[in-house]
């Protein structure tokens, strides 16, 4: 059709396009006016071409000529035969000045350059409040010039603008006093980069501190996931009212202490402080050659332990008696005597008051459930409050318990030479027989690699015994690994056991054996042969050159995730749905990865759910699913729950807040606007990012998983056995098929209460 033809082709205005005179008398045209010129060239010379009639050869090529050029005008980039500069660069079309990250949308429309910002390099403020953070004297300054030129002109301290700057230019110290009253209240943001969800960017309340550097508390390390080998981070300034009263009211880092993924809290203390708190509760038992002082003592009060600890009657480790407030069956406080350790009276002085005696080893995982106990219990500034104390505790008694990395802390497994020994004559017999012929080349490496992995798993689980009995539990290291401060098993496996089985290096799309089958049977406490460590420098690479690919990758997920989920919001309160999914607690083989419970709490239930074996009802269809009614489900047996799903709702725009359930970032139910979509799209971008940099940390170590060897029933019943074929072991039965199930069947009414597949 006509309108498909380019009549009139628009030309953008000067301004876009740019001649800059170069020093020298020459210009420096910009791309597009080059492209607007081989344009005009070529119409002027078809239109005289028309003119005097020339052949029909010539008029074609000259059309084509013509077409090309308004092409590449249009989008150079795609042709293969794109139009050069002299140097041999393609120029920039109209499509290449829009696109790609570089382009005018995402470089000048959507990100700016912002005034009053700065960016310096993070240490840690280990006495700052959780809403505070240190902002260097100089940063300060020039951040709230503004402020400050106001306030002296107001004061009278000078009468113009420009000699206000000078003022603050030469940081004359009058300016001090008042900086101080300005950053009361006026809250400033921080963010690190790379910024992959929400939490990357806090509000915090300045401080001026001296030095070059931003000071920042240890506990938002984890949101930020910031850590002080030499990170950076920006600082931005609020400006408007409105601007200060959102950074204060929503984004302040004492109000964002859950993670939106999955309502845990992520302000948890970490490395030093878990350490420390483990240190302080952990208990020590007397034994013949060591008596701890005032074991198996009773007192009246906590303060009573602690009036005595000071009076070294007791020591801090010994296990006494003593009056606490505990929780009761019906989830009363009452008082009670309990057996708990000194340290532990220590910590509980900290715990706010509506919050029962805390009776745990504090590793890391037990502090995420107690902080979440507490911000159930008590109140956000509550909460703020027992982190910090915890905080300064931590500290103070990773400290004075003198905790090191120590050379005779790193203990060699007993048993390691006469496992190693057994397994080598194994694998040598598993040799004799493929050589004899009596096994197949892959039946032979599939064994060699199971001898091996079983002797490393035996000696790893030795050595944990052992490190955990070494000096009576207060051994550095396992000290360390258990309280979840530092290290992985894996580590100091590889430490002070043996360095296993290591992956091979790998071309993609290469489907070889993936582990080289003679381990390495050395560890870095004895030091690696010359092969050993040419063998493992493999998976050491590999960890480097995967960190450095892959963040990229999951960062670009994350962009296009956003972009699909964007427009999900909240935007009805219920849609009526009569659909739903059904959800049961994600396992692996028998495993149980997530319960039942917490993946149905904060959700809502669609049908009526009754108690199997009373058959009373429990909740009715269509209530909010609290953790309480979880846990009941849960208790009575129930396997299955069909709740109301984002998945199957039936808003016409977004989703309705029925489907939703609660919003884990506040833990109250979800409010109408709540931009879910966003939230989900981070929360999946968010981790992918750190799945890659966990590579880099086990340094190409294989691993291979255990399955495991039992089950335990909740109910009392008949088993009945589901398409299992057996054969007879030495002294147990082996199942041959794969697809058997046990089942456990009430014997009157024959209702099934469990099943279980037996892999």
Known sequence: PEWSVIQYL???????????PLDGGRFASSDLNDLYRRVIIRNNRLKRLLEIKAPEVILRNEKRMLQE?????????????????????????????????QGRFRQNLLGKRVDYSGRSVIVVGPNLKLHECGIPKAMAAELFKPFIIRKLIE?????????????????????????????????????????????????????????????????????????????????????SHAAILEAQLLMLASHNMLNPQDGSPITLPSQDMVLGLYYLTKERASTEENKVKGEGMSF????????????KRVDLHASVNVRAVVEDENGQLTSKRIKTTVGRVLFNRNVPDKVPFINDLLTKKSLKKIIGGIIERT????????????????????????????????????????????????????????????????????????????????????????????KGGFNSVYMMLHSGARGSKQQIKQLCGLR???????????????????????????GLSVQEYFISTHGARKGLADTALKTADAGYLTRRLVDVAQDVIIHEEDCNTLRGIETS?????????????????????????????????????GEYISPKKAEEIEDAG????????????????????????????????AEKGDAVGIIAAQSIGEPGTQLTLRTFHVGGVAAVSKSESELVSKFDGKLEFDSMRFTQGQNETVVLSRSGEIRIVDPKSGKIYVNHHIP
């Open 379 to 470: 109140d956000i500034p509550t909460t703020a409050q027992f982190l910090d104390d915890i905080k300064e505790m931590g500290f103070w008694w990773s400290f004075r318990g003198g905790l090191s990395f120590n050379l005779g802390d790193l203990i060699t497994p007993s048993v390691k030479i006469r496992t190693l020994t057994m397994a080598q004559e194994e694998v040598d017999e598993v040799w004799e027989n493929y050589n004899m012929g009596l096994i197949t080349n892959n039946e032979r490496y599939n064994q060699i690699i199971d001898k091996w992995t079983y002797a490393d798993n035996k000696i790893t689980d030795n050595l944990m015994k052992e490190l955990s009995e070494h």
């Open 300 to 311: 009246y009060s906590p303060e009573e332990v602690i009036i005595a600890y000071n009076e």
């Open 500 to 526: 296993g089985l290591m992956a091979k290096p790998r071309k993609s799309g290469d489907t070889g054996a993936a582990i080289i089958e003679n381990p390495i049977l050395s560890n870095f406490l004895e």
């Open 638 to 669: 129930i396997e299955i729950v069909t709740i109301r799903s984002v998945l199957t709702c039936e808003s016409i725009k977004g989703v309705c807040n029925k489907c939703y359930g609660k919003n884990l970032a506040t833990g109250r139910i």
């Open 69 to 101: 050029a308004v092409d590449s005008l249009f989008d150079n980039s795609r042709k293969s035969n794109a139009v050069k500069a002299e140097g041999g660069r393609a120029l920039k079309s109209l499509s290449d000045i829009l696109k790609g990250k």
């Open 155 to 239: 004061r009278g301290i000078v009468k113009t603008v420009k000699s206000a700057k000078k003022l603050v230019d030469r940081k004359d110290p009058v300016i001090w006093e008042i900086l101080e009253n300005i950053l009361k209240g006026h809250p400033v943001m921080l963010n690190r980069a790379p910024t992959l969800h929400r939490l990357s960017i806090q509000a915090f309340q300045p401080i001026m501190v001296e030095g070059k550097a931003i000071q920042l508390h240890p506990l938002v390390c984890g949101a930020f996931n910031a850590d002080f080998d030499g990170d950076q981070m920006a600082v931005h300034v609020p400006l």
């Open 585 to 621: 607690a994600l396992k692996d083989n028998e495993k149980i990865i997530e319960s039942l419970a917490s993946r149905i709490q904060g959700r809502y239930s669609l049908h009526n759910i009754y108690n199997p074996v009373t058959d009373e009802i429990i909740l009715e269809g």
């Open 10 to 20: 628009p030309v953008i205005p000067p301004e876009l396009r740019p001649l800059v």
